[in-house]
């Protein structure tokens, strides 16, 4: 998978893109993942990641796993200098094609309660709590907050659509 415009690419995440990706890491967690993480990451068959890169750098990254009929996001990421110029809303775009075209019919992730940003990203994109989980997250003692996105009404559309051609050829 590979699509390129004249502004940036976007492909599967690989090995080599590893040491880029650990720099935004750095800047956008509080516990960032390690070279290893990624590694076992790119080897599980369950996972897909994706990178956005323009001429310059990789700026870009997220990534979730996709099995029993679900999609969990695992982690997004922009660059500090990226950000709020529609990047993460891509990525996240991609991520529900891709679990659309996979056949889930969920997709579900945690996130800081504290993160306002993401939140409202994935707010925006048809996700809404369902739950916490408290002291998720070890280092900060921070509780996470459950999203999950329903794509049966993504997928339903998608069939009315196909039956609505088919009729009308
Ligand atoms: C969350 C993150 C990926 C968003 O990426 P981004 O490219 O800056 O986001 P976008 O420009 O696509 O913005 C999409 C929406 O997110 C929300 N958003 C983005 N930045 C925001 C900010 N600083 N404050 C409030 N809402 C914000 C808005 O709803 C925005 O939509 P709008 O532009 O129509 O108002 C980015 O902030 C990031 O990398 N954060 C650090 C890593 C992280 O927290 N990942 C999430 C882990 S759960």
Redesign the pocket.
């Known amino acids: 998978m590979e699509e390129t415009n004249s502004d940036f690419t976007i492909r599967y995440m690989a090995k080599e893109d590893i040491d880029q990706i650990l720099l935004?890491e750095q800047?956008?967690?509080p516990a960032p993942w390690t070279a290893r993480s990624f590694l076992s990451e790119l080897q599980n068959k369950f996972a897909r990641y994706f990178v956005l890169i323009d001429q310059e750098r990789l700026f870009?990254y997220?990534g979730m796993w996709l099995f029993a009929g679900e999609s969990h996001?695992t982690?997004?990421?922009?660059?500090?200098d990226?950000?709020?110029?529609?990047?993460?809303?891509?990525?996240?775009k991609l991520l529900i094609d891709c679990s659309i075209d996979y056949g889930a019919d969920t997709m579900i992730?945690?996130?800081?309660e504290s993160?306002?940003?993401?939140?409202?990203?994935?707010?925006?994109l048809g996700f809404r709590k369902i739950g916490i989980r408290k002291n998720y997250y070890l280092e900060t003692h921070e509780d996470a907050i459950v999203m999950l996105c329903s794509l049966k009404q993504d997928k339903k559309e998608e069939e009315d659509d196909e039956h609505a051609h088919q009729g009308g050829s």
């Open positions: 935004i800047c956008s967690f870009g997220a996001i982690t997004i990421a922009v660059h500090p990226y950000r709020s110029q529609k990047y993460g809303r891509l990525l996240m992730l945690e996130v800081r993160n306002t940003p993401a939140i409202r990203l994935y707010s925006s």
